[in-house]
């Protein structure tokens, strides 16, 4: 799966395809990655592009990615348009007032940035949206990701650690929500 998962500088993005690489390995699964940022770090538009395969990977640019996780109204501008027909489009809508406007891909709706602040923490809403990600794809296990977030924090600031597990599992718990919500409007 390419992957591509974009916001403001500072709100985790290469964080979080960084816990994504860091699953798929522990799942023995080939890996690539990939950042850009803009003019500014904090602030600014960054991006991380991520690669996940059961096969060797040939090239790790995303052009067209399979799904992208959208943390801001710039992101989803700029990468809506380039998602696969028929991939994933995860939105923030805490932070996003434009909804998508493709009917060619599957649409997943979290409200990351209101999640963190319920938790008290607004640097964690990447986590929520990787646990949405994560519930609707199940490209790495649940578990894979937590043992990833305990690594990562425990080398860098063990104190984050729980806070990041948290918002992590409240975006599995919002995701669940979100898809019984969907499949319950469907019925006729």
Request: glycine share 8%.
């Amino acid at each position: 799966m390419r992957i591509i998962i974009a916001g403001f500088g500072g709100q985790g993005v290469v964080l979080t395809g960084n816990l994504i690489a860091r699953a798929a390995l522990k799942e023995n699964k080939n890996v690539t990655g990939m950042v850009a940022y803009g003019a500014e770090m904090r602030g600014g538009t960054a991006f991380a592009a991520v690669i996940v395969s059961d096969d060797e990977i040939a090239c790790p640019f995303v052009e067209i990615p399979d799904a992208a996780i959208v943390l801001n109204q710039p992101s989803l501008d700029k990468f809506e348009p380039d998602v696969a027909a028929g991939g994933l489009l995860l939105v923030n809508t805490s932070l996003v007032k434009r909804g998508p406007k493709r009917e060619d891909i599957d649409r997943i709706f979290v409200p990351a940035t209101e999640i963190a602040q319920n938790l008290g923490q607004m640097k964690v809403a990447n986590l929520a949206a990787l646990g949405a990600f994560v519930r609707h794809t199940a490209l790495v296990k649940e578990e894979s990701v937590r043992q990833a977030v305990k690594d990562l924090f425990s080398e860098k600031n063990p104190a984050l650690t729980a806070v990041n597990l948290a918002a992590f599992e409240a975006g599995l718990e919002e995701s669940r929500f979100r898809k019984a919500a969907c499949s319950a409007s469907k019925k006729p």
